[in-house]
T-cell receptor, first 114, second 113 residues
């Protein structure tokens, strides 16, 4: 499967725990974007990364949220001390970084906080 | 209102009919993209229209872009039950904005067999 791979598909955490969401971009794509989707809403941009660099994190909450895209391995979105309001679907998208190229999305991770 | 607002929010049609949905936005854009999302799944890219293009076709899809009105429309002709999904427009403000996409709230389309 050459598409964007996200895991896990579903993640359940209790309040106060940590959530780690993984994203492997499409082969040949070096640009990764994370979006969050609340029920019945559109996606909201969180963070844009290239290998080993955070390019734009303007959509990410200042506290508890962090993201990385290491030289080797998947991109990770990490949420510390989760709260009920973090319940959402988190989508990763990748692109080759050239102008006017569509982003390709994974199937998302649905995070539920008990 | 937000960048990339879709209208209508929901649409119910019979199989074989055409479905039209509109998207309005506020800022200057590099391109505008339409995506489809089936329930519980990720987004599937449908079509990208650049700011210097006015109309684009892909199979049963037709997209228009009017940059003077900051609006776009997506037409699905001869709809099928399999077209039942949510449809989102997303604006890309270009490299200076990191090519991040700004999505509207979506149009939920139900195609009845």
């Amino acid at each position: 499967n050459a598409g964007v791979m996200q895991n896990p598909r579903h993640l359940v955490r209790r309040r106060g725990q940590e959530a780690r969401l993984r994203c492997s971009p499409m082969k040949g794509h070096s640009h990764v974007y994370w979006y969050r989707q609340l029920p019945e809403e559109g996606l909201k941009f969180m963070v844009y990364l290239q290998k080993e660099n955070i390019i734009d994190e303007s959509g990410m909450p200042k506290e508890r949220f962090s993201a990385e895209f290491p030289k080797e391995g998947p991109s990770i979105l990490r949420i510390q001390q989760v709260v009920r309001g973090d319940s959402a679907a988190y989508f990763c998208a990748s692109s080759p970084g050239r102008a006017s190229q569509p982003q390709h999305f994974g199937d998302g991770t649905r995070l539920s906080i008990l | 209102s937000q960048q990339g607002e879709e209208d209508p929010q929901a649409l119910s049609i019979q199989e074989g009919e055409n479905a039209t949905m509109n998207c309005s936005y506020k800022t200057s854009i590099n391109n505008l993209q339409w995506y489809r999302q089936n329930s519980g799944r990720g987004l599937v890219h449908l079509i990208l229209i650049r700011s210097n293009e006015r109309e684009k076709h892909s199979g049963r899809l037709r997209v228009t872009l009017d940059t003077s009105k900051k609006s776009s429309s997506l037409l699905i002709t001869a709809s099928r039950a399999a077209d039942t999904a949510s449809y989102f427009c997303a604006t890309d403000e270009g490299k200076a904005a990191g090519n991040k996409l700004t999505f509207g709230g979506g149009t939920r389309v139900l195609v009845k067999p």
